[in-house]
């Protein structure tokens, strides 16, 4: 039976499946996450994506809330309170809320399994909307961080044989410029922003100026990007203008 199985597994990853769809996980960060076909490999610009995010909670924060928009897997939203947890304690993340939405009942079902694995199921509660799923902002979002891996491939783009042919093109393509998800996700979140929230958005390679339009367009929120680890701008941070929020937001140099 180990045999037929190592066979079945040579000759999948022969067609250039994805060793994740094979194995059927993956791992992020500090945890490891069910994956399959139907559902995004996480990258590792995602996991920095999550750092930048960690580092704006001061543990100090109340009532706050965490949306994590096209959660996929739920890597970004589950390794967040997991490492929240490990670093403020079980009751700073009772104090929050946990949201992770996607449109994708495969996506949000590899989500809500991999929070029942984790043991965080009752603190995550899946939206199968789009965006940010019918969710309206309060007075005051000063504790509220939105963060997302939108697709932002162009439609053009070639991409090896192993992604085209394996992942879900709903989750990697976004139109002729990869802005037609992004461009509606931050006009959906503008008025979050301008209630004090902060909204992470994991970019592509040259779509700065097109983030920056974006968000000059209600001429109240500042927009900043933050580097990968191969010195590209690959995170956008939007927030109010002169925001003063409970979250850790940095206001030092760019790609800090």
């Known amino acids: 039976e180990a045999w037929v199985r190592y066979q079945s597994y040579v000759q999948r990853r022969m067609q250039q499946e994805p060793l994740q769809y094979i194995l059927g996980q993956t791992s992020f960060r500090e945890i490891e996450l069910i994956s399959g076909p139907g559902v995004l490999i996480p990258r590792p610009e995602t996991e920095r994506l999550v750092e930048h995010a960690l580092s704006l909670f001061q543990g100090t924060e109340t009532d706050f809330r965490i949306i994590d928009v096209g959660t996929g897997t739920g890597a970004i939203i589950l390794s967040m309170l997991v490492e929240l947890r490990s670093k403020f304690g079980t009751g700073f993340c009772r104090r929050g809320e946990f949201i992770a939405t996607d449109v ?11 929070a029942a694995a984790l043991g965080v199921e009752e603190q995550v509660r899946f939206v199968p909307q789009a965006y940010l799923g019918g969710l309206s902002p309060r007075s005051s979002e000063a504790s509220t961080l939105i963060i997302s891996n939108p697709p932002y491939i162009e439609s053009g783009a070639v991409l090896p044989i192993s992604v085209s042919n394996y992942e879900p093109e709903l989750a990697l393509r976004a139109g002729e410029a990869g802005m037609d998800v992004i461009e509606p996700l931050i006009e959906s979140c503008v008025s979050w922003i301008e209630a004090g929230a902060v909204l992470l958005l994991e970019i592509g390679d040259e779509q700065q100026s097109a983030v920056e339009s974006c968000a000059a367009g209600s001429g109240k929120i500042d927009c900043r990007f933050i580097q990968d680890l191969q010195r ?3 995170i956008a941070e939007l927030t109010r203008c002169e925001s003063s929020t409970l979250l850790k937001v940095g206001r030092g140099s760019r790609g800090q």
């Open 232 to 234: 590209v701008d690959r």
């Open 104 to 114: 994708s009942t495969t996506a949000l079902d590899y989500a809500s399994r991999n």
